[in-house]
């Protein structure tokens, strides 16, 4: 069946440095979400990305989304003690279901 | 507040128990979810329903039952669960149909425990 893997699965950094998560699907996704979960908190949506090679920044968020739209990343610049949390990314399977495929997810921790 | 409210928040219940899980949302979506998430696996998606009717079943034991009387509101009945089926339970709702391109609205979950 369908997967999506997110790796690392744990990052631990020091405030200040950088932070990057990759997300890669086994089939092709016609979009890609990205949720933050905080630690005893529900999964929050941050962006969606769309067209193939895109890229969206949200203040020091950088996120892509590959060519060939199997695969994405989450770039946080200059890590704070609030980026600390849960990312996952998500893509609905070609099915014309609602059906939202999460990926394994990246726990981030920040060390003040 | 995510305009998607869970009852309970926990849960504690023994296998022979009988016991539902209720979600509201207050944004006027027509799709409805519920995922299962615990310590050692990703989110799991269990059910979705798309104007009360049911889109997805992915392959749910079935002492999980789901049901959807409108478009609002969603329940999860359970009964005769097993200790592995403790987790946190969260419901969604996104807005649009299709090839679902909107965005999830998460509640902040049910924490289930079966004893």
């Known amino acids: 069946g369908q997967q999506v893997m997110q790796i690392p699965q744990y990052q631990h950094v020091q405030e200040g440095e950088d932070f990057t998560t990759y997300c890669n699907s086994s089939?092709?996704?016609?979009?890609i979400q990205w949720y933050k979960q905080r630690p005893g908190g529900h999964p929050v949506f941050l962006i969606q990305l769309v067209k193939s090679g895109e890229v969206k920044k949200q203040k020091r968020l950088t996120f892509q989304f590959g060519e060939a739209k199997k695969n994405s990343s989450l770039h946080i610049t200059a890590t704070q003690t609030t980026d600390v949390g849960t990312y996952f990314c998500a893509g609905p399977i070609l099915s014309g279901t609602y059906k939202y495929i999460f990926g394994t997810g990246t726990r981030l921790k920040v060390l003040a | 507040e995510t305009g998607v409210t869970q009852t309970p928040r926990h849960l504690v219940m023994g296998m022979t128990n009988k016991k539902s899980l209720k979600c509201e949302q207050h944004?006027?979506?027509?799709?409805m979810y519920w995922y299962k998430q615990s310590a050692k696996k990703p989110l799991e998606l269990m059910f979705v329903?798309?104007?009360?009717?049911?889109?997805e079943n992915n392959s749910v034991p079935s002492r999980f039952s789901p049901e959807c009387p409108n478009s609002s509101h969603l329940f999860l009945h359970l009964h005769t669960l097993q200790p592995e089926d403790s987790a946190l339970y969260l419901c969604a709702s996104s807005q649009e149909l299709g090839l679902a391109t909107g965005e999830l609205f998460f509640g902040e979950g049910s924490r289930l425990t079966v004893l």
């Open positions: 329903y798309n104007f009360k009717e049911q889109t």
């Open positions: 089939t092709t996704l016609s979009n």
């Open positions: 944004l006027g979506h027509n799709a």
